[in-house]
């Protein structure tokens, strides 16, 4: 089992930032790939970003590309996104999930935290 709390959610300007964190424990941490995805109010759950077990794979949605940088640091077993230049669309629950594969296919993911809400008013 992997538990996985997410943390860093909260209420910014349209144009401005947030890190969000999502802090790992239980199994090995440096074995998994990290995605982040987000969920929108009557909308599916949709990917946003993926960092591979090693950090040196990663992958973007095109909404988020250029604005937004997935880490991690496995000493700390955690995974970070960065999200600058935020818009209201950027508004939802954001989750962090593990999984074995390098995947933007939430349904392959394993692990999930409970969910961390990011509001961007305009």
């Known amino acids: 089992q992997v538990q996985l709390v997410e943390s860093g959610g909260g209420l910014v300007q349209a144009g401005g930032s947030l890190r969000l964190s999502c802090a790992a424990s239980?199994?090995?941490?440096?074995?998994?790939?990290m995605g982040w995805f987000r969920q929108a109010p009557g909308k599916e759950r949709a990917f946003v970003a993926v960092?591979?077990?090693?950090?040196?794979?990663?992958y973007y949605a095109d909404s988020v590309k250029g604005r937004f940088t997935i880490s991690r640091d496995n000493a700390k077993s955690t995974v970070y996104l960065q999200m600058n230049s935020l818009k209201p669309e950027d508004t939802a629950v954001y989750y962090c999930a593990a999984n074995r594969g390098f995947s933007s296919y939430s349904p392959e993911y394993d692990y999930w935290g409970q969910g961390t809400q990011v509001t961007v008013s305009s």
């Open positions: 239980g199994r090995t941490f440096s074995n998994y790939a």
């Open positions: 960092i591979s077990a090693t950090g040196f794979r990663l």
